[in-house]
């Protein structure tokens, strides 16, 4: 019999790169921070269409470890809206069954953010419909570097183990899809792991605007492509090889 979180794993996991909340908000005579507000919205909109549309696992960039080198207050205004969504989104998180983890540094973090991450994470915990990461002060280069040097006090090493040191968890799904909205293509230090095999979708939509439909087509494309891991055979994704496999 298959557990929950095994069914889950089945699912697809998606990552997605935010990208265009800047750019949506001054061609409307609004300020960039507007922008990230209405980015939030869209982040409510995609976590509850997500399920219904087969993913089991949602990855979101919302801050990299570059983003520090932003104007301070953009920087602080986009920690007040992280502080105000883990205040004010985990019991809608916890109706929809909806875990939330965050990845990334925590340590340099404004006073009080790591603790409401912590209990959200907590409160969350139980969710099984999707598991909901959220990317905070992140790079997938730093991930790999310190899962690098973890496994350098180890004698021998798989890829599973690699990958836990890498994502912290077991058993973690790759990526399938990576979405960036805005027209940008590029990886920009994220999921490069986890993302090994994924396919790139990059739509010109600025994620303020992105909706259901936005994400309907990203998996229809997605499901159009043919992924063969190397191979000659088409494998649909109840078969993606484990990382050992591959
Ligand atoms: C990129 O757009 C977006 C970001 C760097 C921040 C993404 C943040 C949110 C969507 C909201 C905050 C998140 C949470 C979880 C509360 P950009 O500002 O670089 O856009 P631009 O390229 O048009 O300037």
């Known amino acids: 019999m298959q557990s929950e979180s095994t069914s889950r794993n ?30 939030v919205e869209t982040i409510r909109r995609i ?26 207050a953009e920087v602080a205004a986009l920690m ?31 006073d009080g953010i790591a603790t409401a991450i912590t209990r959200a994470e907590e409160a969350t915990a139980r969710g099984s419909a999707l598991h909901l990461r959220i990317a905070v002060d992140y790079s997938a280069r730093d991930a790999i570097l310190n899962a690098a040097a973890k496994a350098a006090a180890l004698t021998s090493l798989t890829r599973e183990a690699f990958s836990q040191l890498v994502t912290g968890e077991a058993g973690l799904r790759d990526v399938d899809l990576i979405i960036r909205t805005s027209g940008e293509k ?22 303020p605007e992105f909706d259901a439909s936005d994400l309907t087509a990203a998996l229809a494309a997605f499901h159009g492509r043919e992924r063969r891991f190397g191979g000659l055979r088409a494998i649909v994704p109840e078969e993606v090889p ?3 496999r591959v």
């Open 10 to 39: 089945e699912k697809l996991h998606v990552g997605i790169i935010m990208d265009g909340n800047g750019r949506w908000a001054t061609r409307r005579g609004l300020s960039r921070v507007r922008g990230h507000e209405a980015g």
């Open 47 to 72: 976590v509850e269409a997500a399920p219904k549309q087969g993913i089991g696992t949602l990855t979101l960039y919302a801050f990299s470890a570059d983003n520090w080198r932003r104007p301070r």
């Open 80 to 110: 007040t809206l992280l502080r105000f969504y883990l205040a004010n989104e985990v019991q809608s998180l916890v109706r929809n069954g909806v875990r939330l983890t965050v990845i990334g540094r925590r340590d340099r973090l404004p």
């Open 186 to 207: 590029r990886l920009s230090d994220f999921l490069l792991w986890e993302g090994a095999y994924a396919e790139l979708h990059f739509t010109e939509r600025m994620w």
């Open 242 to 244: 484990s990382l050992s």
